[in-house]
């Protein structure tokens, strides 16, 4: 158990002195524009309908309420902070409700380094996505604790269209399990961010430990085109806590924007998930905080944006989405079924602006 803790702080410190180093000779002057170059806060309130076989529920709920700040240090040097506004404290550590806190060094043009928390360098358009852009998201998504604490190094080609990320961070399983910060659990995250033409690319393989010395593999490949007038992704996932996992547990996620004006957006979106281990979560041996063991989900729906004026700070939206879980119980398949009828609006203020005008 000693070993892996001083692995960790071994690569901690090799990340972390180069910016540390870095600190001592920066001398370029940084403007107070550089400085505060991102100032901006953004919101979302949605109204609900859900349809069940038992009692519908309907309520108007804030979705997200996030404050962020970046800007530029010199000697190259930048920061990054992104702050959900909550009423209720994190369990975990102070940071829970902090999705991005780092500082990010970028010693020449094709290398950077980062230190903080971060969203974990994993694949899928749909994960990369911000939160507050997400409709009726996969039970992946839904379930993983992405923003951990941790290192990373990346490589940039030249031509900026390919980025190639090695990441160490603490693993989602402290935050779905209970423990603390310092249980010592980790995640190494591999990640390609690609671009040729009008294909995409965010690929990724993760080994996330659950205890001790056992792990689970994550791997996520994300593939989109875009056009003009429409774009598409489709995300492939799988996960596996051991070798015979490998093709039980998967899902693929795909959704289609078509523009018609730069007013307004109609998407179709679904997925399918299913773990077919013989584990469930609940398990203290084998944990997949995930998808429940035996179960399989499908989503799928439709909707639309609107952007009033063409202001992309101001967005209406509108979406309609059927959900089904299925699973075994008692010798026999159970299907739970329902609707989700959403109407919401996003509103982002940019507030360097406004202190300029």
């Known amino acids: 158990m000693?070993?892996?803790?001083l692995i960790a702080k071994v690569l901690g410190i090799a990340f972390a002195l180069p910016v540390l180093i870095g600190t001592g000779s920066a001398t370029a002057q940084t403007t107070w524009d550089e400085a505060f170059s991102t100032i901006k806060l953004e919101a979302r309130a949605d109204g609900e309908l859900f349809t069940t076989d038992s009692t519908p529920s309907f309520g108007f709920h804030g979705k997200y309420f996030n404050f962020m700040l970046g800007g530029e240090l010199g000697g190259g040097f930048s920061y990054y902070?992104?702050?959900r506004i909550v009423a209720n404290g994190g369990s975990v550590m102070f940071f829970d409700n902090t999705d991005f806190l780092y500082l990010d060094y970028k010693p020449t043009r094709n290398w950077r380094l980062r230190f903080g928390k971060d969203a974990m360098a994993m694949g899928g358009f749909e994960y990369d996505a911000s939160p507050i852009d997400v409709y009726f998201?996969?039970?992946?998504?839904?379930?993983?604790?992405?923003?951990?604490?941790?290192?990373?190094?990346?490589?940039l080609s030249n031509d900026g269209n390919h980025t190639l990320v090695a990441q160490v961070t603490n693993s989602p399983y402290i935050n779905s399990t209970g423990l603390a910060y310092d249980?010592?659990?980790?995640?190494?995250?591999?990640?390609?961010?690609?671009?040729?033409?009008?294909?995409q690319t965010i690929w990724?393989?993760?080994?996330?430990?659950?205890?001790w010395g056992k792990f689970m593999?994550?791997?996520?490949?994300?593939n989109k085109l875009v056009f003009d007038k429409w774009d598409i992704y489709v995300d492939f996932m799988h996960h596996a806590l051991a070798t015979n996992d490998w093709g039980k547990n998967f899902g693929v996620v795909s959704c289609a924007n078509y523009y018609f004006t730069p007013e307004f957006n109609v998407f179709v979106k679904g997925m399918f998930e299913q773990n077919r281990s013989e584990v469930d979560l609940n398990s203290a041996v084998a944990l997949d905080h995930l998808l429940r063991a035996g179960h399989t989900y499908a989503r799928y729906g439709l909707g639309f944006e609107y952007f009033p004026k063409g202001m992309?700070?101001?967005r209406l939206h509108t979406y309609v989405c059927r959900m089904t879980e299925t699973y075994m119980e008692g010798g026999e398949s159970v299907m739970e079924d329902s609707w989700n009828f959403n109407?919401?609006?996003?509103w982002k203020i940019d507030v360097k602006k406004l202190i300029k005008k």
Request: proline share 2%; glycine share 10%; net charge positive.
């Open 343 to 346: 109407i919401g609006a996003t």
């Open 137 to 155: 998201p996969t039970t992946l998504w839904n379930n993983i604790y992405c923003f951990q604490l941790g290192v990373s190094g990346a490589y």
């Open 81 to 83: 902070f992104k702050q």
């Open 204 to 211: 990724s393989t993760s080994m996330i430990e659950r205890e």
């Open 2 to 5: 000693i070993y892996k803790k």
């Open 312 to 314: 992309k700070s101001v």
């Open 217 to 222: 593999n994550l791997t996520m490949m994300g």
């Open 183 to 199: 249980a010592g659990l980790v995640s190494y995250n591999l990640c390609w961010y690609g671009s040729v033409g009008h294909w």
